[in-house]
């Protein structure tokens, strides 16, 4: 039983229910990451959705396709492939999307969670695969959110973000060409159940502490860490929050302090 499948399943529901009351003009309209529309995010969501899929289920067809990514990618950008591959628009993409995640989950929710599957970078477990397709759909869906200018009423799914982040201490240093600053410092983060989930070793003399939510806007870029409350005690805990990076590719930028929030709709 793959419970990670279950927690996407949520995660694009909760989008869902957003942007289901949409006009078809609505989807034109902008948001604060890089002036994505949104449907420029739904489109992002599900191309890499459908990627992940035939990662499992037609990997000759997700090797080529992969071909095409690094083509794009050398080109400048994956904006043209994925406009190219995910033709429609406005309601009828929105209903692509939803009815090929609401399969997706299905399809997956029974698997190994050890099932190693190629992607983009190097392979991966199922488990970490849809996690990983989990933590973009809460992601790009912040834009979204801040874009309609509701606050998201947030879960303990989240943990599972938190644990990519964890995870992912030393790869937001090593793609920028860091040196490891130390141990990873420790964490003491509030779910929004109001549990206390804490990461690191005890001896570790550096800290992050505050709100999981805060924790996942950060090491996922949808907030600068000084928009939010997270308190870093220590140098290392300091330059980890000002580089975490949770996803795969080439070193992103941060957004600039209070350039991304919730704004009227």
Same mark, same amino acid.
């Given at each position: 039983?793959? /419970? ?7 995660? $694009? ?107 983009? =970078? ?51 240093? /090593? ?40 924790? $996942? ?28 990076? $949770? ?17 009227? =709709?």
């Amino acid at each position: 039983m793959l /419970k990670e499948a279950d927690d996407f399943l949520a995660e $694009c529901e909760t989008l869902h229910a957003l942007l289901a009351p949409l006009a078809e003009a609505d989807f034109a309209r902008s948001t604060q990451f890089k002036g994505w529309t949104v449907n420029d995010v739904l489109m992002h969501l599900h191309f890499w959705n459908r990627a992940a899929d035939q990662s499992l289920n037609d990997p000759d067809r997700f090797a080529a396709l992969m071909g095409e990514v690094m083509g794009g990618m050398q080109a400048g950008g994956l904006r043209v492939l994925e406009n190219a591959k995910v033709t429609e628009r406005g309601p009828a993409l929105l209903a692509a999307w939803h009815g090929f995640y609401r399969g997706m989950a299905a399809r997956w929710r029974d698997l190994d969670p050890k099932i190693r599957v190629k992607w983009a =970078g190097p392979e991966m477990s199922v488990r970490s695969s849809i996690t990983a397709r989990q933590m973009e759909t809460w992601a790009h869906g912040q834009e979204l959110f801040d874009l309609m200018g509701v606050e998201r009423v947030e879960d303990d799914r989240i943990g599972n973000i938190v644990v990519l982040g964890v995870n992912t201490y030393q790869w937001g240093f /090593k793609v920028r060409g860091m040196a490891l600053p130390g141990p990873m410092p420790r964490l003491r983060l509030i779910a929004p159940s109001g549990a206390i989930w804490e990461f690191g070793e005890a001896e570790t003399p550096d800290m992050v502490e505050g709100s999981a939510v805060d924790f $996942c806007r950060v090491v996922t870029q949808t907030r600068n860490v000084m928009d939010t409350g997270l308190v870093m005690h220590g140098p290392v805990a300091e330059l980890w929050m000002r580089n975490a990076q $949770c996803f795969a590719g080439p070193p992103e930028t941060p957004p600039a302090t209070g350039t991304r929030g919730v704004k009227a =709709g």
